[in-house]
């Protein structure tokens, strides 16, 4: 699994995943959806998703889910819940569970569905283990794209949409 480097170039745990994770060159943008309603919330951010995926130049490679089961297996369809189950998920003894599925298209639109329910998060990543798309939760919702990737979002959205945007400083 990819993690962050936050170590010095001449540290001897340097390694080229590090390097390469350094060469990140998406930055990330905040949607704003505080002030709509819930129902207009779901949809905004729907939207949001499709268009950031028709944007990227970067297929999706995973999603990662956390959720309560019970929720997740009245949204995604059974196949992929219990490909979640065999392969990375935890389970909770509350019924929570966190796992990966692979970004095929049926998942991706399932996954999407998803928003609508507060209380999941849904990451989805390329295959490069890089975020395309964060939802951690009703509020929290940021898009990661490249400067051509957003150039190309601003082109599909409306300026409306657009105003719903903020870009997120990059950490020192």
């Known amino acids: ?4 480097y936050t170590g010095s170039l001449y540290d001897p745990n340097f390694t080229l995943q590090a390097f390469l994770h350094l060469l990140n060159v998406t930055e990330r943008y905040y949607i704003h959806t505080n ?3 819930s129902r207009d919330k779901s949809k ?3 939207k949001f998703v499709r268009e950031v995926l028709k944007a990227t130049d970067r297929s999706p490679e995973f999603i990662q889910l956390v959720g309560i089961k019970d929720l997740l297996e009245g949204y995604v369809n059974q196949k992929a ?3 979640l189950c065999e392969n990375t998920a935890l389970e909770t003894t509350d019924g929570v569970i966190k796992g990966q599925v692979k970004a095929t298209t049926e998942n991706i639109n399932n996954a999407i569905d998803l ?5 999941i998060e849904l990451l989805i990543y390329d295959r490069n283990q890089n975020l395309i798309f964060a939802r951690y939760d009703t509020d929290q919702n940021e898009i990661h794209l490249s400067e051509s990737e957003f150039e190309k979002l601003q082109s599909r959205l409306s300026s409306q949409s657009l105003r719903l945007l903020e870009q997120i400083p990059s950490e020192p």
């Open 1 to 4: 699994m990819w993690r962050r």
């Open 35 to 37: 002030e709509l309603g």
């Open 44 to 46: 905004v951010v729907q």
């Open 81 to 83: 819940v219990n490909q």
């Open 115 to 119: 928003i609508s329910d507060p209380l």
